[in-house]
């Protein structure tokens, strides 16, 4: 009898945390069918960097989907990873990176989907010889991308100069922006000793430099030239940026910012790269593209547009308070810098979209942006179009009829025209890449250096433990 009860009591607490995990993994197969449901709804799918899943070795154990830091983009379908929000992705390939078993790859597009891109080789180089594009202006977003590109664009670069000197005339290599590509291309090429030039239009620190005050990063740790391992995974943009500015200038990194290189030209002779810029003329071994993509702001077109109360970029929102403000855009950015105007004292604030709902925003700023609506301190316009801008007011069309608002500022967040005209005059060909494969390729890459390199250390320690 004993016995019985000795086994039934261990017995019955197994029971329950078994029954326990299978109702919570019921639920959550609920919530990610509600997901995919509204994923599907909301968008015909990934639009840009996201993972591919192989689901012939996916072995369900949904680490993935805890690890992605945007909440659905991926759930589990059937006992295997799926795709349920793909749109939501920003490319942080955390679940590529802790999938078990290799089976998440990331990829750029949707397969048929096209993109104008350079083409560019493993060392990303262009098809002009010792011209290289790295960062976002070659596909990839997300800073971990642009600096790993940068500092291996360098090291293929430095390789050359060793073989082949620059003549005494030119620098080893002239590097184009000061983003986070351009920065960790920059500091390569010091730690290397090359000569190196650097030249940025606005000011060090990129797109990273504009995003709005406090905003958090998300990133991965990742390998900084003149500082080593850097493993924050969240942090401010002011953090960031203070962190880059010690380790510049502990480098003694030089740039030159408030210049902008107009052209590059290659000299058929002697393969010397002349770069024009705003303010003189260099020449150069090798180029480093490190432009981004974020190019000019695309404008609305519309009367009145260039009002200096017209904006494509906010960054301290606390500066407007009690003011009459329209935000147009649909993206995370629009509804982000609304929302932020929105919490200011005495403020206003319109969001206009020309589209009939969201499709493509985080999780947490459509609840932000629910709230806000709710407690009166934003009003959204779905099918609306910005028709012309005077000092006081603004007229938009809203669901064909016009609508005139009094107005203070309006902040425009339609997107950039990539600097694809300035490719294509330095000679840089650009064309359908088939951006799914060749992701693929060097995800898969990645994933097999990682798992040779993990491959002996367990295999110690299974040894360690076995004695
Ligand atoms: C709102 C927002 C939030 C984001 N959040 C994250 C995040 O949390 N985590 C993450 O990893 N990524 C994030 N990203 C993406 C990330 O910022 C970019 O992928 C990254 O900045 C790309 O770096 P880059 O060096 O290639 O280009 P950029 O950062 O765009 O830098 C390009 C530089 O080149 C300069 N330049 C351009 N043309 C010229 C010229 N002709 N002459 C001289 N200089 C020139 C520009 O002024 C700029 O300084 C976000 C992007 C945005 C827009």
């Known amino acids: ?93 955390l679940c590529a990176d802790a999938c078990p078993v290799g089976a998440i790859q990331m990829v750029m597009a949707s397969a048929g989907m096209s993109a104008e891109m350079p083409a560019l080789t493993g060392e990303y180089e262009s098809n002009v010889q010792n011209l290289f594009i790295v960062g976002e202006l070659g596909g990839l977003a997300l800073i971990k991308n642009a600096v790993n590109q940068g500092r291996e664009c360098i090291d293929a670069i430095a390789a050359r100069v060793a073989a082949y000197p620059a003549p005494e005339d030119a620098c080893d290599v002239l590097i184009v922006g000061a983003g986070p590509a351009g920065i960790s291309a ?153 929302l932020g105007l929105a919490h200011q004292i005495g403020n206003q604030v319109t969001l206009s979209y020309r589209q009939e709902r969201f499709s493509r925003i985080k999780t947490r700023n459509e609840q932000h942006l629910q709230d806000a609506t709710k407690a009166g301190k934003l009003t959204v316009l779905f099918n609306s179009n910005v028709v012309s801008i005077r000092p006081q007011s603004v007229t938009i069309d809203v669901n064909g009829h016009p609508r005139e608002l009094a107005n203070d500022y309006i902040w425009v967040f339609a997107g950039g025209t990539p600097p694809n005209d300035f490719l294509k005059k330095a000679g840089v060909q650009l064309g359908t890449r088939d951006l799914t494969t060749e992701a693929s390729n060097e995800a898969r890459h990645a994933a097999l250096a990682r798992k040779q390199a993990s491959r002996p250390q367990i295999r110690t320690s299974l040894v360690g433990a076995e004695m």
């Open 186 to 338: 920059s500091l390569r090429a010091i730690e290397k000793k090359l000569r190196y030039i650097t030249i940025e239009r606005d000011e060090v620190g990129g797109t990273v430099a504009k995003y709005p005050r406090q905003k958090l990063v998300m990133t991965s740790p990742v390998e900084f030239p003149m500082y080593g391992k850097f493993k924050k995974m969240e942090l401010s943009k002011e953090n960031l940026l203070e962190f880059w500015q010690k380790v510049m200038q502990r480098a003694d990194f030089k740039v030159r910012s408030g210049e902008r290189v107009d052209d590059i030209q290659k000299d058929p002779g002697d393969g010397i790269f002349t770069v024009t810029t705003s303010k003189s003329r260099y020449r150069a071994k090798a180029v480093v593209l490190a432009l981004g993509r974020g190019g000019t702001p695309r404008k609305l077109g519309v009367p009145g547009e260039e009002l200096p109360k017209v904006m494509y970029r906010l960054i301290e929102a606390d500066h407007y308070v009690n003011k009459k403000i329209l935000v147009v855009g649909g993206g995370d950015s629009a509804v982000e810098a609304a």
């Open 1 to 93: 009898m004993e016995t019985w009860i000795s086994l039934l009591i261990p017995g019955a607490i197994i029971l329950f945390f078994v029954v326990h995990y299978l109702r919570g993994l019921k639920k959550k197969e609920r919530n990610w069918e509600a997901a995919a449901e509204k994923g599907k709804l909301y968008s015909e799918g990934p639009k840009a960097q996201h993972p591919h899943i192989d689901s012939n070795l996916c072995i369900g154990c949904q680490t993935c989907t805890s690890v992605c830091p945007e909440g659905d983009v991926l759930g589990m379908v059937g006992g295997k990873a799926a795709i349920i929000n793909g749109f939501k992705c920003i490319g942080h390939s």
